[in-house]
């Protein structure tokens, strides 16, 4: 079973920018699709960006398009999601899994919030 650990949330005005990491155990981590999810208060959880094993090619959600870019680093069994124009409505906890049938044991996630 992988083990998923993700870092870099924090609170930030609107119109900031953000860098999620997300660190993967195991060595098959590579073969797989990977994608960025978060859940906001009272809300389900829902996919932001998704990429294929080799990063070569990525998904986003309407509501991030333009405004993050995922990527990952397989040599260091890391996603990556790069926020950028980040707005209120941004604000959630944001978690990393594979995609799709994401494993059944997620990460503590990442607390994002968008706020003056």
């Known amino acids: 079973q992988v083990q998923l650990v993700e870092s870099g949330g924090d609170l930030v005005q609107p119109g900031g920018s953000l860098r999620l990491s997300c660190a993967a155990s195991?060595?098959?981590?590579?073969?797989?699709?990977m994608g960025w999810y978060r859940q906001a208060p009272g809300k389900q959880r829902e996919l932001v960006a998704k990429?294929?094993?080799?990063?070569?090619?990525?998904m986003y959600a309407a509501f991030v398009k333009g405004r993050f870019t995922i990527s990952r680093d397989n040599a260091k069994n890391t996603v990556y999601l790069q926020m950028n124009s980040l707005k209120p409505e941004d604000t959630a906890v944001y978690y990393c899994?594979?995609?799709?049938?994401?494993?059944?044991?997620w990460g503590q996630g990442t607390q994002v919030t968008v706020s003056s």
């Open positions: 990429l294929t094993s080799s990063g070569s090619t990525k």
């Open positions: 195991g060595s098959i981590f590579g073969i797989y699709d």
């Open positions: 899994n594979k995609y799709p049938s994401p494993w059944v044991s």
